[in-house]
C-alpha cells in the first residue's frame, strides 16, 4: 500500500502540516527535521498525490504539447527537449497531433484545454487571423514554435528566411550553378503555403539573385523522382537543398538508384542535422537549426508565465551549418 503524509507524519512524529512544508520546500521549518523527512520519504519510496495537489492548488502540472506528427526528427527532438525540462519542473507532457489540418488543430487544442493543463506548447498549421483567433482562445500560457506567422505572440524559432539565404550562399559558394529546394511541405492538406518554407523560398531566392544563379522548387509529395528527372534534364552542376534530413536522405537515394552520386554528380544539403541521432549512410550536410533549444526555451516561456516570471516574448535561435560528405 503507497504510503501517505498521514503516515510519515506518524513515523516521524512531527503534524501533517510539517511534513507538507517539508516535502513542498514552503514554508519556515527547522532543517534537521526537514532532513529527517526527506530521507524517511525517500526511504519508504513516498510518491505525491499529484491529484490531490492539483486540487489544492489549482494547477494539473500537464503542459499540452501540440505538433505535426511523430514521424518527422525535428517534432520529436524538440518534444525531448520539452520533456526533459518539464521533468525538472515536476511536470508531465500531454502530446496532441494535429495532422496538419486546422480542423485537428482546433479540436486537439479544445481537447487540451478541457483535460486543464497548466499551459500550452503549439506548432500549429493555422496562419494568419484564423491563427491569432485560435491563440486569443487559449485561456492558459502558450509559446507557439516558429513566428513567420505572427507578431507580439509568445514563441521561440528559427530566421527562416535567413536560413534559406545563408544555406543558399554556401551551397553557391561550393560552385553549384542551379538550386532545387526540395519541399514536399510547403502546402499542407487544405492547401496553404508554409509559412517557414515560404520566407526560405525567398532566402534562397536573394542569394541565387545576388550570384546569377538559377533554382527551381520541387513541392510534390513524391519528390524523389521529379528530383532525378530535373537531374536528367538540367546541363549545369546542380545542388538539392532539401527541407529536412529525411527527405536528403530519400533524394540521394533515388538519385543513386538512377546511377548517379553525391558529391561527384551532384550536391545535396538537408536541414535539422538529424545524423546527430543515427548513423545513416554518408554524412549530410546540413543545416542545424538546434531544435534541442527551441523545446528547452518554449518549455521555460510557458513556465515563466505559469509562476509569473518575467520572459523573453521573443527567442530567436540561432543555427549553423553542418560540413557532410554531400557537397
Known sequence: MAITTKDLARICGVSRSTINRALSGNGRINPETKKKILEKAKELDYQPDLNARSMA?????????????????????????????????????????????????????RTMLGHKVDGIILNPVSKGKMLAERLDKISVPYCVLGFSEISGRPCVGVDEYKLGYEAAG??????????????????????????????????????????????????????????????????????????????????????????????RDYGLMGVDASQKYDNWGPRITSVDNHTNLMGKYAEQIVMSQISGSEYEKKVVIDFNIMEGETL
Not at 502540472?61 to 505535426?68: C, D, F, K, P
Not at 518534444?79 to 485537428?104: C, F, K, M, V
Not at 503555403?193 to 520541387?218: D, M, P
Request: hydrophobic share 40%; aromatic share 10%.
Open 57 to 109: 492548488n489549482g494547477k494539473s502540472r500537464t503542459l499540452g504539447v501540440v505538433v505535426e506528427d511523430l514521424d518527422n526528427r525535428f517534432y520529436t527532438s524538440i518534444l525531448d527537449a520539452i520533456l526533459q525540462e518539464a521533468e525538472q519542473d515536476s511536470y508531465i507532457i500531454n502530446i496532441g497531433i494535429h495532422q496538419n489540418r486546422t480542423s485537428t488543430e482546433q479540436e486537439v487544442l
Open 170 to 263: 554556401y551551397i553557391i559558394s561550393k560552385g553549384y550553378q542551379h538550386i532545387v529546394f526540395v519541399v514536399p511541405s510547403y502546402f499542407d492538406l487544405e492547401g496553404r503555403v508554409s509559412g517557414a518554407h515560404s520566407l526560405r523560398w525567398k532566402g534562397i531566392q536573394k542569394a541565387i539573385g545576388e550570384a546569377g544563379i538559377t533554382a527551381s522548387i520541387v513541392t510534390d509529395l513524391s519528390y524523389a523522382r521529379p528530383c532525378v528527372e530535373i537531374f536528367r534534364r538540367c546541363s549545369k552542376k546542380m545542388a538539392f537543398f532539401c527541407s529536412a534530413d529525411f527527405d536528403a536522405k530519400a533524394v540521394g537515394s533515388a538519385l543513386l538508384s538512377a546511377g548517379y552520386l553525391y558529391g
